[in-house]
């Protein structure tokens, strides 16, 4: 008896894990694409008609076995770059990414410069 | 010279921030996706809207003459608006006329046709919104003009006279 309630309480969990899981990617996926209606807000904080449709295409998504990244494709495909939050290294952002990195080292050899000079 | 220099740089690099933030302040930051042109068109499957049969989109894109798919609904005003132009497109028998109907009660959109008039051959449901994304399209209206299977144009928002014009001119 008890094990069969073991087996039951096993068999209850894993659907529930995997739905759980499909949520989580769900989430991760949605706060990372800008909502067009409202501009400014993620699709997963936004509730207007256009997100909550691209909510129910991620799931579909990730249904059909789509990767996280394919599935930005996706949508970079259709939008462009900019419903991605988190945009990716190419020739129009790399302005984007470099420019910390420049200013850094910029600020780094004045530094350097300076500690030299005092010494 | 040392002394005039940083002032200058730090009052140049002020001018300079001035300048982007005033010309930033002029553009507007509301992002419209591109146009998308010679794109293939998606495929994908739904339901009819007065006969709730199942259809293909190889199914009605099957030719190689032109299509114009209008996303509409009966509760978006400028679909209102924009439906004596497509009326008007209707009678030019180069263009099918397709329609999407968009999130909308079955309904409200039959009554929404019986009073405007019905100017496409065939429609059907994207119920849950996911056709229109697919797409490309992010709200009603919107008109794609396809041709062999390809989108051509792209229109955002209600048709005009000036652009009733110039699909009439595409489909020539």
């Known amino acids: 008896m ?3 309630k073991i087996f039951l309480i096993i068999l209850l969990i894993i659907p529930n894990l995997s739905f759980a899981d499909n949520q989580l990617e769900r989430n991760k996926i949605t706060k990372n694409l800008r909502c067009l209606i409202c501009q400014g807000q993620s699709v997963y904080d936004s509730d207007s008609d256009f997100a909550n449709s ?7 998504k990730l249904e059909e ?9 996706f949508f970079k495909e259709k939008y462009g770059e900019w419903i991605l939050y988190d945009p990716g290294l190419n020739k129009n952002t790399y ?3 470099l420019l910390p990195l420049l200013i850094f080292l910029l600020g780094g050899a ?5 500690l030299r000079f005092k010494n | 010279m040392k002394d005039k220099l940083i002032p200058s740089i730090i009052i140049i690099s002020f001018i300079i921030i001035f300048l982007i933030f005033y010309k930033g302040l ?9 146009s998308e042109i010679k794109k293939d068109i998606p495929i994908f499957s739904s339901v009819k809207f007065d006969s709730n ?4 989109s190889s199914e009605i894109f099957n030719s190689n003459k032109f299509y114009l798919l209008n996303i509409w609904a009966s509760w978006c005003v400028p679909c209102r608006q924009e439906h004596t132009y497509l009326m008007r497109l209707s009678e030019n028998n180069k263009v099918t006329l397709i329609g999407l109907n968009y999130k909308d009660n079955f309904n409200n959109a039959q009554n929404f046709l019986m009073k405007l008039g019905n100017p496409y051959e065939v429609i059907f449901l994207d119920e849950d919104g996911t056709i229109s994304i697919e797409w490309g399209a992010y709200g009603v209206p919107e008109t794609f003009l396809i041709h062999k299977n390809k989108i051509v144009a792209k229109y955002i928002g209600p048709l005009n006279e000036k652009l009733i014009n110039e699909i009439n001119s595409i489909v020539k």
């Open chain 1, 2 to 4: 008890k094990n069969l």
């Open chain 1, 65 to 73: 076995g789509l990767s996280e990244n394919e599935i930005y494709d």
């Open chain 1, 54 to 60: 691209m909510k129910i295409l991620v799931d579909k």
């Open chain 2, 53 to 56: 049969e199942n259809i293909n």
């Open chain 2, 26 to 34: 002029q553009e507007t930051n509301i992002y419209i996706p591109k």
């Open chain 1, 95 to 97: 302005i984007l990414w």
């Open chain 1, 110 to 114: 004045i530094i350097m410069k300076k």
